[in-house]
């Protein structure tokens, strides 16, 4: 689902809205947005802390206790809320693009598959952490 569809939807919002009003997640998860948005741009070289932050949050999944099958969703909300909240609180001025929603979208997309990817496969494993 697109984050412009994603955005609208009500159960979502109230999911991620839950999930912001826990404030150690909402602390802790701040400063990894804070270092994306400093600059008040998001651009291409945001993208790896994207995928950071991205793969921070479906990490912490089992701690939520989000449903697997809306997680995609929820993350794609969650990152885009957390911009504007950032955005807003610290004064930066991230303007929400469709170029943005995009590249949250292809983002939260690429390091949900990498993290499935690396979790069910061994291809990615090294034998000094086995």
């Known amino acids: 689902m697109k984050l412009k569809d994603i955005i609208n939807n009500d159960t ?19 400063e990894k947005v804070k270092s994306i948005c400093s600059d008040n741009v998001i651009d291409k070289k945001d993208i ?13 999944k089992e701690h939520l206790e989000l449903n ?9 909300l969650l990152i885009y809320k957390l911009v504007l909240l950032v955005s807003n609180k610290y004064n930066y001025e991230i303007k929400m693009t469709d170029d943005l929603e995009e590249t949250i979208d292809l983002v939260v997309d690429t390091a949900i598959m990498f993290v499935n990817m690396t979790t069910t496969s061994n291809c990615f ?4 952490c086995k």
Request: glycine share 0%; proline share 4%; hydrophobic share 40%.
């Open 12 to 30: 979502f919002s109230k999911i991620v809205d839950a999930l912001l009003e826990d404030e150690e997640f909402t602390n802790t998860t701040i």
């Open 48 to 60: 790896p802390k994207i995928v950071n932050l991205a793969v921070f949050l479906y990490s912490e």
């Open 68 to 76: 697997p099958e809306y997680m995609e969703e929820i993350l794609k």
């Open 125 to 128: 494993s090294f034998s000094c």
